[in-house]
């Protein structure tokens, strides 16, 4: 766990008075003349500074992960949300032959194949549903049949998934 460190100004008597000599080799040397030290500052040093950027990628490395964590919480609702349409299928052959077979366009396409298409009937006329069949699934849409003998069935059809 990082600790912060407080940090304190170094305060003396005299704020930047120096002496100056004269070097042999034509150079000025100032050495400061501090006075009395009022309150000892913190220390400008590689450990003092370590410290400080320790927490900073400290920080910036849990400021990534919550981001990730977010990003992909989202995504997970967004996976669990999902659409409904009403779908109208009809079949003009005689049974055991049906042409039912219909296109159902998605209303925002998917990222991947991976989502659930869950249908339940509505109305059915002239003769049974049978099975439902979804197939030729793509990011779009897909195709939805029933297999039954009925003239006409309407099916909501729930769409979950397919996006993370």
Not at 2 to 27: A, C, I
Not at 29 to 53: C, D, L, R, S
Request: charged share 20%; with cysteine.
């Amino acid at each position: 766990m990082y600790e912060p460190k407080l940090w304190q100004d170094h305060v003396t008597e005299y704020e930047d008075r120096y002496t100056e000599s004269r070097n042999d080799d034509g150079t000025i040397t100032h050495t400061p003349v501090e006075g009395e030290v009022i309150q000892q500052g913190t220390p400008q040093n590689a450990k003092n500074f370590n410290h400080m950027e320790q927490g900073i990628s400290n920080a910036t490395e849990l400021a990534a992960l919550l981001t990730i964590t977010t990003i992909h919480g989202q995504q997970a609702i967004k996976d669990l949300q999902g659409e409904t349409k009403s779908v109208s299928m009809s079949n003009s052959q005689q049974y055991p032959f049906n042409n039912s077979k219909t296109t159902v366009a998605l209303s925002e396409e998917r990222n991947h194949l991976d989502y659930t298409v869950e249908a339940e009937v509505e109305e059915c006329n002239g003769g049974f549903v049978g099975d439902i069949v979804v197939s030729e699934k793509l990011l779009n849409g897909f195709k939805i049949a029933y297999t039954g003998s009925a003239t006409s069935v309407k099916v909501k059809v729930y769409v979950k998934g397919g996006f993370y």
